[in-house]
């Protein structure tokens, strides 16, 4: 059966051309921190796949730094503000600390802010509202107040819903306070230009833009500091010690500079696939609804409820048929709790229960959209025969 992949949210498949990459680096072993040909050879690569990044997002490349992945690039800088100017001198966090943030940010960050919260760091979560965007006014009152740090997701991993980063950065800027933006959701699917943001750190992972798992980047704005999450050596300037994963750091660099060519080209297609398929499933399924903001949403994710079903049940008839989807972030998988972002929207139960999020990306087809548009209408209506509520 062919499988036909909905879930580029979660991860993304390998380009092709980023394959060939790895490809052809898979006999580079030397050490990028030798200073033999070698290694040489490898710094060299690693160097080209900073620029290529950097261009991506309008950095210099000396404001990049390689990560193993998204989470680990949120948790430095957070963890950042335990550290301080006891450890670090020329570091701009004060204390007392204060942290600010959001009710739909990703795991990474949520439960990250938990930790500092047990570490005597005051944080503030700031709600949403019913498309799952940040409340400015709450927001800028807590800033307001004084603190030392924000973190505000770019793009919602769930729901799509994209929120005015640049305007926040500003709101953060106008009291010194530091800001910073999980942006994992967005690379492939919206522009990404930190000098047009100004913000002080953005975070990336390889995985959710056709490169492979285990590498992301932090960008660091220059002339702020971060401490090492992970101490013991030089690599990154000091602030990621661990020889580099040479292969994952060229790969997501080409990931970049693909990226960089095809963005316009492939956000107007998986737009275009990702409104027939919504439009086309409102049309054919009777009480089904959209979560998330109606327009401001990057354009492959689509999260839809139903009435009267459950959303796993939803998922594995998908399966069955050769479709996969997800019901929520798969970072949350697993659980039996509703989604921390549709219950932050005071999205109504039953319909935080039977959501589905379909996130497409650059090798979906039309054709594939077609499938499933034929396939989906019948498996709601076989589960809403069974279920005592409908």
Do not use: W
Request: proline share 4%; aromatic share 6%; hydrophobic share 35%.
């Amino acid at each position: 059966m062919k499988r036909i992949y909905l879930d580029n949210n979660a991860t993304t498949p390998l380009d092709n051309e980023v394959k060939q990459a790895i490809i052809e680096t898979l006999d580079m072993y030397g050490n990028p921190s030798s200073h033999y040909e070698l290694g040489r050879i490898a710094r060299d690569k690693i160097e080209e796949a900073r620029a290529n990044i950097a261009t991506f997002i309008n950095a210099s490349p000396d404001e990049i730094i390689f990560t193993s992945c998204g989470s680990e690039s949120n948790n430095i800088v957070m963890k950042s503000m335990l550290c301080g100017q006891k450890c670090c001198p020329s570091s701009k966090i004060r204390s007392p600390k204060k942290f600010i943030t959001s009710t739909i940010e990703h795991p990474a960050v949520l439960e990250t802010a938990k930790l500092l919260a047990c570490e005597s760091v005051e944080t503030v979560f700031v709600s949403v509202d019913k498309y799952g965007l940040v409340n400015e006014e709450e927001l800028e009152k807590e800033i307001n107040k004084g603190a030392d740090l924000v973190s505000i997701m770019y793009a919602n991993n769930e729901v799509g819903t994209i929120q005015p980063i640049k305007q926040f950065a500003q709101i953060a800027h106008k009291k010194g306070l530091l800001f910073h933006t999980d942006a994992v959701q967005v690379p492939a699917k919206l522009k990404i230009d930190v000098k047009d943001l100004d913000i002080d750190y953005l975070s990336l992972s390889g995985h959710k833009m056709y490169a492979p798992k285990g590498v992301g980047i932090l960008y660091t704005k220059k002339g702020n500091t971060l401490c090492p999450l992970i101490s013991g050596g030089h690599q990154e300037k000091g602030l990621r010690a661990g020889t580099e994963n040479t292969i994952g750091i060229i790969a997501m660099g080409k990931a970049a500079e693909i990226a960089k060519r095809d963005q316009e080209q492939e956000i107007k297609k998986v737009k275009y696939l990702r409104d027939k398929l919504e439009t086309g499933l409102l049309e054919r399924i009777p009480k089904s609804f959209i979560n998330g903001h109606p327009t401001l949403r990057v354009p492959n994710t689509l999260n839809i409820s139903f009435s009267f079903i459950e959303g796993e049940a939803i998922l594995y008839m998908l399966d069955h048929a050769g479709i996969e989807v997800s019901t929520g972030s798969a970072c949350s998988s697993g659980s039996l709790d509703p989604s921390h972002v549709l219950t932050a929207m005071q999205t109504n139960t039953e319909h935080m229960h039977s959501s589905i999020r379909m996130s497409l990306g650059k090798y979906n087809t039309e054709e594939e959209v077609d499938y499933v548009l034929e396939v989906f209408p019948s498996i709601i209506e076989k589960l809403r025969k069974m279920s005592p509520f409908s």
